[in-house]
């Protein structure tokens, strides 16, 4: 079984889709993949459906909706087996019913969420190591496995949406350290148009700016490193009433006291605001 959770869901058996079209079997579906291979309690599950008001008929609703996904695993299963020839596995052994709960067995197959978190650790322990050519690939290996939002296509409950949000802040954590790990390659130029681009798409988030501002610096373009960082004070100050950090307003001034002289490889993440 293949699982695709880091955009729309796509769960596929023998090549053969099994997500259903209707939003809450979809939802089940999605909840089950997430935990691929571990029992989802029925209470964890309506918990999702229906949040803290469950219909009377939820468990049965519930049962009606993992009874349509065996039948949309039974087809692909037909579709992958021998003619003539008994399938290696039934609907009730990829969707298991057990006490308390149910299961999906993946197989052996892979998960993009947990791809995602296994290249996202090796590529922390690379940056650990000073690796950075590797950490940077590795992490842009990562950050490639993600079409779009997590669950872009389901409604998310409780479970899916605190998930989402996970996925969301240790993407954008992947993201940082890719970014920090080209800055201290050298590839100042090659970071300014996905700077723009995320700086405009997260425009309180001090970190993004603070290696746009490098990368615009090292690139000599150290007017517009001072402009981005006036417009990110603008914003915090109108709309949080808050002044940039500590870290930030240092940065901005070592670059406004920087002398015209080669300013030397770009600092560590903790070392932002100290610009030679």
């Known amino acids: 079984m293949d699982i695709g959770l880091l955009g729309a869901l796509n769960v596929r058996e023998n090549g053969a889709s099994i997500a259903p079209t209707a939003p809450k079997p979809r939802q089940v579906l999605a909840l089950l993949a997430l935990h691929a291979d571990q029992v989802v309690s029925v209470p964890t599950l309506i918990e999702e459906l229906w949040a803290g008001t469950p219909p009377r008929s939820a468990r049965t609703t519930l049962q009606t909706y993992v009874l349509q996904l065996r039948e949309l695993i039974a087809a692909a299963l037909r579709r992958g087996a021998d003619p003539g020839g008994a399938a290696a596995r039934s609907a009730k052994d990829v969707l298991e019913t057990l006490p308390g709960g149910y299961l999906l067995a993946a197989g052996g197959g892979g998960s993009d969420i947990r791809e995602f978190d296994r290249l996202r650790e090796q590529g922390g322990r690379a940056m650990d ?89 090292r690139s000599g373009r150290r007017g517009e490193a001072l402009l981005a960082y006036q417009r990110l004070r603008t914003l915090l100050v109108r709309d949080l009433g808050l002044e940039p950090s500590a870290r930030l307003r240092r940065l901005q001034q070592s670059i406004l006291t920087a002398t015209a002289e080669n300013p030397g490889p770009p600092p560590h993440h903790d070392e932002l605001a100290r610009v030679p």
């Open 129 to 217: 190591d000073g690796n950075l050519a590797g950490a940077s690939g590795t992490l842009r290996q990562a950050l490639d496995l993600w079409s779009g939002p997590p669950f872009a296509d389901v409604p998310t409950g409780v479970h899916l949406g605190t998930e989402a949000r996970r996925l969301e802040e240790s993407r954008l954590f992947a993201l940082d350290q890719r970014i920090e790990a080209d800055l201290r390659l050298g590839r100042h130029r090659e970071l300014l148009a996905e700077l723009t681009v995320l700086t405009s798409r997260h425009p309180s988030h001090e970190n993004l700016h603070a290696q746009f501002m490098l990368a615009l610096y």
